[in-house]
Nanobody
Framework: QVRLEETGGGLVQPGGSLRLSCAAS????????MGWFRQSPGHTRNFVAS????????FYDDSVKGRFTISRDNAKNTLFLQMNDLRPDDTAVYFC?????????WGQGTQVTVSS
């Protein structure tokens, strides 16, 4: 089975940066397209970014374009989300997920709080 575990969340001031990581179990990571999603209290879970198997194709929600970068290290079975110029509206629990379009595997989430 696939297990995903997010790390790297925390408290950061507006304008700051964080890098989230998602470690994937098994030996099939390089065969899976991956994505990041986020959810804040009282809101639905929203798409943030996705990346194909090789890392050569990425997609971003308009709200994070130019600020966030999704990447992966297939040799280490790890997905990353580099978040720069963070805003209070970025505050959410961030989840990694695998295998679009159904996104059938999810991590437990990591909290990102952007506050002065």
């Amino acid at each position: 089975q696939v297990r995903l575990e997010e790390t790297g969340g925390g408290l950061v001031q507006p304008g700051g940066s964080l890098r989230l990581s998602c470690a994937a179990s098994g030996r099939t990571f390089s065969s899976m397209s991956m994505g990041w999603f986020r959810q804040s209290p009282g809101h639905t879970r929203n798409f943030v970014a996705s990346i194909n198997e090789s890392g050569g194709s990425t997609f971003y929600d308009d709200s994070v374009k130019g600020r966030f970068t999704i990447s992966r290290d297939n040799a280490k079975n790890t997905l990353f989300l580099q978040m720069n110029d963070l805003r209070p509206d970025d505050t959410a629990v961030y989840f990694c997920s695998s295998e679009p379009p159904t996104w059938e595997h999810w991590g437990q989430g990591t909290q990102v709080t952007v506050s002065s």
